[in-house]
């Protein structure tokens, strides 16, 4: 079985920063793509970013220049630094990955539980 646990969210002011973690953990030969959505009040989920094993990235324009995202493979682990928040990003973080399960040939799509950022204007 793969778990993705996210961590890092909380309650900032418009301008400040967060940094949210997922560290993917269980029986794993490798994980392919890996990303960040959102989903906020009433809305449906979003890509924020996503990253490829070979750390090509990909991002919504609304975060462009204001958020990166990374991996760190040995740990199995993505991460989004976000700066210069707005009350717009409000919404609940869902960590994605493509995880080859140990003894598997093709990848499956695991999700996080979620993680919440609210940002106060």
């Known amino acids: 079985q793969v778990q993705l646990v996210e961590s890092g969210g909380g309650l900032v002011q418009a301008g400040e920063s967060l940094r949210l973690s997922c560290a993917a953990s269980?029986?794993?030969?490798?994980?392919?793509?890996m990303g960040w959505y959102r989903q906020a009040p009433g809305k449906q989920r979003e890509l924020v970013a996503t990253?490829?094993?070979?750390?090509?990235?990909n991002y919504a324009n609304s975060v462009k220049g204001r958020f990166t995202i990374s991996r760190e493979n040995a740990k199995n682990t993505v991460y989004l630094q976000m700066n210069s928040l707005e009350p717009e990003d409000t919404a609940v973080y869902y960590c994605?990955?493509?995880?080859?399960?140990?003894?598997?040939?093709?990848?499956?799509?695991?999700w996080g539980q979620g993680t919440l950022v609210t940002v106060t204007s």
């Open positions: 269980g029986s794993i030969s490798g994980i392919n793509d």
């Open positions: 994605n990955a493509n995880v080859v399960v140990t003894g598997k040939l093709f990848g499956l799509e695991v």
């Open positions: 990253i490829t094993n070979i750390r090509r990235t």
